[in-house]
């Protein structure tokens, strides 16, 4: 049996498998929750009691101009204790009130959250770059009464503030004043540090986070206090690989789940130190730079960054301390991971998930890793690929990717999509919970990902996953990335076409002549079913906020007027 999560006490370490290699799924996983559970209270002030450390912050943050902001524990503790009480003294939020954060990546985001979880308010993280209409929807549909940004987003606020009956109070993070709004500094400055976190339920809703839209309008996210507060222990454990010795950059957008992840809980659930830098842009000789001068120890960000960030020279940069390199979100390319490999002497570790789960599966320390393949199940849950009715799949056969809900269903699995009952429904099948992407699970228990269900190429009756062919191109060296989608014929019904972005050094080369190499290289190294019979070169690819290839957008393009078979 698997042992139960020792949640909440510093140095208690979950008992793991020696060996990742022997590691399987653990079945029905259904640890012993308690009834009452609040990350502030039993997770960030025990670390704060038994703070030790003299050097070895809780948050570390710091920016383009050297501005720099270490808090302990206790000091993390200390400011959140005074942000909680303006949000239910001045504000007057109560439980369960819905407080909207559009921050970039500030110390001020960490308080908000921590100060929520003190307040039981019900945190909705945006990301900084939405636009008045995505704002405005996002306040009608949430009912947040209270809103938190700075003095670039204040204004977009205030041009549709008016449509939203919910709102009562807008704080504003800026050294300056603005008119109706209450300045977040100065109510922080004279709040009293006194604060009793409240009593929240485990089940009781602590945060929405919105998915990240590739597929659609992105979805309101409902997870529990203990959904994330204990169930990111698995990503902070397994994954991440964290002890109170580590610091932790993870660079995702303050307004993606994966800030949860591995900003906020996975990291805190182990004592590490979350590590910041607040660049106005993603720029790869900064991260690079960032990685050699500050202690870095585990380094998190998505494929698209990393597919940058090996078109530079790596042999210029030491990363003297960095021990643990990890990946998610999308695919990463075991191109990439080789390239990265060769420079730096690490590997890059994969993570699957979503927003409505914490880690669903990856490849841990210790364990093999299969390139292509995303790894193992994590602890939290069992997965399985399973058929349209919820029947399980033999190994080697494609699928639906999905978690097992019954007889349990996991505490670590999201309560619902917020006032969507049918989507939540929808979503359910037999005694699975379907991901929506597809994959197979081999004999040695590596599932391998196929694709978005949407994503996947039906041509002349073969199935093919848009990331086998994209892996493929990559390959070459005129392939910065690429975008695999299917587009009409009127033989095949639908063939695979690539959107490619050329490396500086093939753009001005004959593109004919390059459509024609591309096709030979990727019949070369893959089976040639699969090679693009149309090939576009693109500057660039339709992405998410968070930086994910929307093939949708492209593959509606290539489909408009048409019907998708
Ligand atoms: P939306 O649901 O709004 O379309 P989204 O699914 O991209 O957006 P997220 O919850 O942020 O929103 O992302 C989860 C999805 O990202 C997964 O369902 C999967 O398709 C993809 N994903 C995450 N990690 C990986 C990975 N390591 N390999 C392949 N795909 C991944
Ligand atoms: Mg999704």
């Not at 449509?163 to 009293?192: E, I, Y």
């Not at 990240?212 to 169930?231: A, C, D, L």
């Not at 991901?435 to 996947?456: H, I, K, N, S």
């Not at 019904?493 to 024609?516: H, I, M, N, R, W």
């Amino acid at each position: 049996t698997f042992p139960t999560f020792k949640y909440h006490i510093r140095g208690h370490r979950v008992s793991i498998p020696q060996n990742f290699t022997d590691y399987e799924s653990i079945k029905q996983y259904n640890p012993q929750i308690p009834e009452n559970f609040n990350f502030a209270k039993d997770v960030l002030d025990v670390w704060a009691e038994q703070e030790k450390r003299a050097d070895g912050p809780a948050l570390w943050w710091v920016n383009d101009r050297k501005e720099e902001v270490r808090w302990s524990f206790d000091e993390l503790g200390f400011h959140s204790r005074r942000l909680a009480n303006v949000l239910s003294g001045v504000c007057s939020l109560n439980q369960q009130d819905r407080v909207f954060l559009v921050l970039p990546k500030v110390p001020e985001w960490w308080l908000v959250n921590v100060a929520c979880l003190r307040t039981g308010t019900v945190l909705l993280p945006g990301t900084y770059q939405l636009t008045a209409r995505d704002i405005l929807h996002r306040l009608q549909t949430s009912r947040a009464r209270c809103v938190i940004t700075d003095e670039s987003l204040a204004p977009v606020l205030d041009s549709v503030a008016s449509q939203c009956s919910s709102l009562q109070h807008k704080l504003l993070v800026s050294p300056t004043k603005r008119d109706g709004w209450m300045n977040f500094g100065d109510l922080l400055r004279n709040a009293s540090s006194d604060h009793e976190c409240v009593n929240t339920r485990s089940d009781d809703p602590m945060t929405i986070f919105f998915t990240s839209g590739t597929t659609g309008s992105p979805k309101m996210t409902q997870h529990s206090h203990s959904s994330y507060g204990i169930g990111l222990t698995v990503n902070g454990r397994y994954w991440l690989d964290l002890t109170e010795r580590d610091v932790l950059w993870n660079t995702s957008d303050t307004g993606w789940a994966k800030s949860a992840w591995s900003s906020v809980f996975a990291p805190w659930t182990q004592g590490a130190c979350v590590f910041i830098h607040h660049m106005p842009r993603f720029n790869s000789h900064t991260v690079l730079e960032t990685l050699s001068n500050y202690p870095i120890t585990t380094f998190c960000t998505a494929p698209t960054a990393y597919r940058m960030l090996v078109q530079e020279d790596l042999s210029k940069y030491h990363f003297n301390t960095l021990q643990h390199c990890l990946s998610a979100g999308e695919p990463i390319n075991p191109d990439v991971m080789r390239k990265w490999k060769d420079a730096t002497g690490l590997d890059i570790y994969e993570g699957y998930g979503q927003t409505e789960t914490v880690l669903i599966a990856g490849t841990f320390k210790g364990m093999k890793i299969n390139a292509g393949s995303f790894g193992k199940a994590s602890p939290a849950y069992d997965v399985q690929v399973v058929d349209e009715a919820g029947n399980v799949l033999p190994r080697g056969v494609e699928g639906n990717i999905g978690i097992r809900v019954k007889p349990h269903k996991p505490f670590c699995l999201f309560t619902e999509y917020t006032d969507d009952l049918v989507r939540t429904a929808e979503c359910y099948v037999g005694d699975f919970y379907l991901t929506g992407d597809r994959g197979r699970m081999d004999q040695d228990g590596y599932l391998w990902f196929e694709g978005r269900a949407d994503d996947v190429i039906l041509s002349a009756g073969y199935r093919i996953g848009p990331f086998e062919v994209e892996n493929a191109l990559i390959e070459h060296q005129a392939v910065a990335e690429s975008a695999v989608v299917s587009s009409p014929d009127p033989i095949r019904g639908e063939v695979v076409k690539a959107f490619v972005v050329l490396t500086p050094e093939y753009k001005s080369q004959d593109q004919d002549q390059l459509v024609k190499k591309l096709q030979t290289h990727v019949k070369e190294v893959t089976a040639p079913y699969k090679y693009p019979r149309k090939i576009e070169f693109v500057e660039q690819l339709p992405k998410t906020i968070s930086g994910k290839i929307r093939r949708v957008e492209l593959r509606n393009k290539e489909w408009v007027g048409r019907t998708i078979i």
